[in-house]
């Protein structure tokens, strides 16, 4: 599956971008420890956008490309940001049989946006997975760490109302 870029603009700030120069600035020697560089720059700013990836090349001294592919090529990295709640449907074999794929449709369809895509105010994200290991409880979504199991389409916007802050 190929990873979405965010359309959103990019917000990080100046304390943001100090963690990351002192995180380069301790591994710079080592060009081999870029995916740890990547992953603090995750924590730091949530996900990698193209201005963070530019950053980690630039400080540790390696191709631009070279840190889009390692970002790409591994699921732990996200081009997108990540809403306050993040929405999670499970679309392995066991849920996606029992309706699954036609509960993310209408999240994406009532959220606006699509598969690792977050909403422009930030709130929400939506994300396809595998398997969370509920298969008793098909079809299951996440939001966050709260669990939502033999869930129908009517089910979405009682889900969604309940993040309505």
């Known amino acids: 599956m190929?990873?979405?870029?965010?359309?959103?603009?990019?917000?990080?700030?100046?304390?943001?971008?100090?963690?990351l120069k002192a995180v380069i600035a301790e591994n710079c020697h080592d060009k081999s420890n870029v995916m740890v560089v990547m992953q603090k720059a995750q924590d730091i700013y949530g996900y990698l956008p193209i201005e963070v990836q530019e950053?980690?090349?630039?400080?540790m001294g390696v191709s631009l490309e070279k840190v889009y592919g390692v970002a790409?090529?591994?699921a732990q990295f996200s081009l997108s940001p990540k809403g306050?709640?993040?929405?999670s449907v499970c679309l392995?074999?066991?849920?996606?049989?029992?309706?699954?794929?036609?509960?993310?449709?209408?999240?994406?369809?009532?959220?606006?946006?699509g598969a690792d895509e977050c909403t422009e105010d930030g709130k929400f994200s939506l994300?396809?997975?595998?398997c969370i290991g509920a298969c008793g409880l098909a079809?299951?979504?996440?939001?966050?760490?709260?669990?939502?199991?033999?869930?129908t389409v009517d089910d979405?916007?009682?889900?969604?109302?309940?993040?309505?802050?």
């Open 72 to 74: 790409t090529f591994y």
């Open 156 to 165: 979405v916007d009682g889900i969604l109302a309940k993040y309505a802050d």
């Open 92 to 113: 392995g074999t066991a849920c996606y049989v029992v309706g699954s794929g036609d509960i993310f449709n209408k999240l994406s369809e009532k959220l606006g946006i």
């Open 2 to 19: 190929k990873k979405k870029i965010s359309k959103l603009p990019f917000k990080g700030t100046a304390e943001q971008e100090a963690q």
């Open 84 to 87: 306050k709640y993040n929405i």
């Open 139 to 151: 079809p299951v979504l996440t939001v966050n760490e709260d669990v939502f199991g033999r869930l």
């Open 55 to 59: 950053m980690i090349a630039e400080g």
């Open 127 to 130: 994300t396809a997975c595998r």
